[in-house]
């Protein structure tokens, strides 16, 4: 369903994402040259405003170079809480609030997963038992993760706020975990990508945000993210394997934007390699992420009217490895650099209807305009 927006202003939103970082991993994939695709995050721009969808590394300067002003942000989201989605969120807060010093009374939302509950289970290959990082806390959520990087530059932001008289990001910053409805059957380990249907978890006079969980062992939560709008929609995959729930929540999108990784080049990382934490990265990445061809399979079910790459892994590799997907999809396909602008406001229109395709149910994945 829409999001109620007068005539007159839908004719104004010209909704739009700009691509912030295209590269995934927690990696900075260029050595000796210049960095071609930053860490992974994506502006939604509707109206005057703007959203985030998570924060990888280079967010702060990316928004800089595509013009965005913090004083315009209206939210942030957060796919799943791996370090090349959120290692950004801290200087985010720590740098931008300059730009946000009348908004302490209208503090920026931001959202994610909550406290996972448990820890993952170690993996099969694993000759000794590992020990976890703070084991006191081992599992936090976005909400305990930010009010830790805060107090991780106390010293920094007692002397600006007490000296400088600059405000508390504390009281910029309304930071939320999402709360999984109940009755799913959900657990981190055991089920962490149910069949559900998508739920809301945000809404304002410009957007309406509906998660669903995805297939990202063994991180869980994990979401994807559908912004409806009067004029159109985009849907985020975040980081998954293929799972029916994101057929659910791109249903007729004006715009998927879904992970892809070269699992050629998974093979040429670890095929050679016997020790087990090279086996072990290889299975994480057959689990949990989805290739060219899957990606067009879940934009084609699903009935998406456009359908782009992100979230690149390798984040080096040559456009070849992905523009294949453009003869899989037989709408408007994009691999979009960093700064590149996509729209996806089409007033008026009918959702098409999606084709059959087969699928793998959930949790069971398969294996398989530039701004200036």
């Given at each position: 369903m829409r999001t109620p927006l007068p005539e007159s202003a839908a004719s104004a939103l010209n909704p739009h994402i700009i691509t912030l970082g295209t590269a995934g991993g927690p990696r900075w994939w260029t050595r000796g040259k210049p960095q071609q695709r930053c860490g992974i995050s994506t502006a939604v721009v509707v109206g005057d405003g703007f959203y985030l969808v998570d924060c990888g590394h280079g967010v702060g300067r990316r928004l800089n170079e595509a013009g965005l002003d913090m004083g315009d942000l209206r939210g942030v989201f957060i796919t799943h809480l791996h370090s090349d989605h959120t290692v950004d969120l801290g200087s985010l807060a720590l740098f931008g609030l300059y730009e946000m010093l009348d908004r302490q009374d209208r503090p920026v939302k931001i959202m994610g997963p909550g406290n996972r509950g448990i820890l993952p289970e170690v993996s099969p290959r694993a000759v000794r038992q590992p020990q976890p990082l703070n084991p006191e806390n081992p599992t936090p959520g976005t909400r305990?993760?930010?009010?830790?990087?805060?107090?991780a530059h106390a010293t920094d932001l007692n002397d600006r706020i007490l000296d400088s008289l600059?405000?508390?990001?504390?009281?910029?910053?309304?930071?939320?975990?999402?709360?999984?409805?109940?009755?799913?059957?959900?657990?981190?380990?055991?089920?962490?990508?149910?069949?559900?249907?998508?739920?809301?978890?945000?809404?304002?006079e410009r957007v309406t945000v509906s998660a669903i969980l995805v297939e990202h062992p063994p991180v869980a939560p994990a979401f994807g993210f559908r912004f409806e709008t009067a004029e159109g929609s985009v849907t985020f995959s975040g980081d998954t394997a293929e799972t029916a729930n994101m057929v659910r929540l791109a249903q007729g999108t004006d715009l998927l934007l879904h992970e892809a990784i070269d699992f050629g080049f998974v093979e040429s990382m670890y095929a050679d390699k016997a020790d087990e934490a090279s086996r072990a990265s290889r299975d994480h990445h057959y689990k949990s992420h989805t290739s060219v061809e899957g990606a067009a399979r879940i934009a084609t079910a699903a009935g998406a009217r456009q359908l782009a790459l992100h979230h690149l892994v390798p984040g080096t590799a040559?456009?070849?490895?992905?523009?294949?997907?453009?003869a899989l999809f037989t709408g408007p396909f994009h691999v979009p650099d960093d700064l590149q602008v996509i729209p996806f406001g089409t007033p008026h229109h009918t959702a098409p209807s999606p084709a059959g395709v087969d699928l793998p149910a959930a949790s069971e994945p398969r294996q398989d305009v530039m701004i200036p």
């Open positions: 305990d993760m930010f009010r830790t990087l805060m107090n600059r405000p508390n990001p504390l009281d910029l910053f309304d930071v939320e975990d999402i709360e999984l409805p109940g009755g799913l059957g959900y657990h981190p380990n055991d089920r962490p990508t149910p069949e559900m249907d998508p739920f809301v978890i945000y809404r304002d040559d456009r070849s490895v992905w523009e294949r997907g453009e």
